[in-house]
């Protein structure tokens, strides 16, 4: 398994509940695109529409070799995963107020694979408390 990228915004905005694996549905050139590191997910998430989930925001920049084969950088990509498992995690968001969220990207195989996570959002507190956490381990660490 080889990351491609991680979103560091994920663990600081929301608290990660159960996280998945799921496959992505992209052009030939979007891959290319990814293999070069050219992706975004840190405005990403995930909307489910008739029991399909589709990711929103994620930003591959277009292969410079691509010429007429390139797509829309924003375009909606579709999620590959079972129904079985699309409708509990709609069951899930129904329940709970909560989101789905790209935490990364991995090469696996010759797939591209990402993780995806229920999150719930922090408080502005939640979020001053992980910064005090941080600078504290920094400071543990430097000692």
Excluded: C
């Amino acid at each position: 398994m080889k990351i491609i990228i991680v979103n560091k915004k994920a663990n600081f905005n929301y608290f990660l509940l159960d996280k998945y694996e799921a496959g992505i549905e992209l052009k030939g050139t979007e891959v290319k695109s990814i293999y070069n590191n050219n992706v975004n997910i840190e405005e990403a998430f995930i909307n489910i529409k008739k029991n399909e989930m589709f990711v929103n925001n994620m930003h591959i920049a277009p292969f410079e070799q691509g010429n007429i084969f390139n797509v829309d950088p924003l375009r909606k990509r579709k999620i590959l995963m079972h129904k079985k498992e699309i409708l509990k995690i709609e069951h899930k968001l129904k329940k709970e107020s909560l989101t789905i969220v790209i935490t990364k990207l991995y090469w696996k195989g010759k797939k591209i694979k990402a993780e995806i996570a229920l999150a719930k959002g922090k408080k502005l507190y939640d979020k001053r408390e992980t910064i005090k956490n941080r600078d504290n381990d920094r400071r543990l660490r430097d000692i």
